[in-house]
C-alpha cells in the first residue's frame, strides 16, 4: 500500500516491508529493507549504501554515480590509477603513492600546493634535493650543484666525480694540499 492506495510495486524512493511502502532515506531512489540504498536520486552519489553531494575523501565517482575507493595510501585520485594527492608520510610520484621517493627524484612541496611529491632532478643528476644536485650519473662531474661534461673550472680540482675549490691563495691545485699556481702576489713554495 501507497498513500492509502494498494499497489503491485512501491514508486521510487520507497520500499515495501509488511504490506506497506516505507519511504527510503532522504537522496535515496532504490532501496529495501537490508540495503539501506542502492541507488541514489541525481546529482546525488552512492558510497557504502548511503547518498552524498560529492563522493567521501579518498573516493572517486564512477560513471554510474557510485563512488569507489581510490588507490592504496591516495587521498585524492581521478580515477583508479590517477592518484593526485597522498595521504599522511606518502609522496605522489608517477600518479601512486610511495613512502620513498626513487633515485633521480627529491621529496617537495611545490610553492601554494599542500601536495608533497617526488620531483625529478636536473638532467645527468643521480642524486638532488630542492638547491641542486648532490651527485651525477658518470661521467659527468659536479660542480655548484650542476653537472658538467667538461673538466672544472680554474681555481677547482677534480676528486672523484666532483670539482672542489683549491685553498683561498691558489689558482690551480691538484688537490686541497698541491697548488700549481697561486694568485698574485703569493708565491708557490
Known amino acids: 500500500m501507497y498513500q492509502g492506495t494498494c499497489v503491485n510495486v512501491c514508486p521510487p524512493g520507497f520500499y515495501a516491508s509488511n504490506g506497506a511502502c516505507l519511504t527510503c532515506p532522504m537522496n535515496c531512489q532504490t532501496c529495501n529493507s537490508t540495503s539501506p540504498c542502492s541507488a541514489c536520486n541525481s546529482p546525488y552519489v552512492l558510497f557504502n549504501s548511503q547518498c552524498y553531494d560529492a563522493c567521501p575523501i579518498s573516493t572517486y565517482q564512477l560513471a554510474n554515480r557510485t563512488c569507489t575507493d581510490c588507490s592504496s595510501n591516495c587521498l585524492r585520485c581521478n580515477g583508479s590509477s590517477a592518484c593526485l594527492e597522498c595521504k599522511s608520510n606518502y609522496s605522489l610520484y608517477n600518479n601512486s603513492c610511495v613512502t620513498t621517493c ?73 688537490n686541497s694540499t698541491w697548488c700549481n699556481q697561486c694568485i698574485s702576489p703569493y708565491l708557490t713554495y
Open 102 to 174: 626513487p633515485q633521480g627524484t627529491y621529496q617537495s612541496t611545490l610553492t601554494g600546493s599542500v601536495v608533497v611529491q617526488c620531483i625529478n632532478c636536473t638532467v645527468n643528476c643521480l642524486v638532488c634535493d630542492g638547491s641542486g644536485c648532490l651527485q651525477c650519473v658518470n661521467p659527468y662531474i659536479l660542480y655548484n650543484k650542476e653537472c658538467s661534461n667538461t673538466t672544472c673550472p680554474s681555481g677547482t680540482y677534480l676528486e672523484g666525480t666532483n670539482c672542489l675549490n683549491c685553498s683561498d691563495k691558489c689558482n690551480s691545485c691538484v
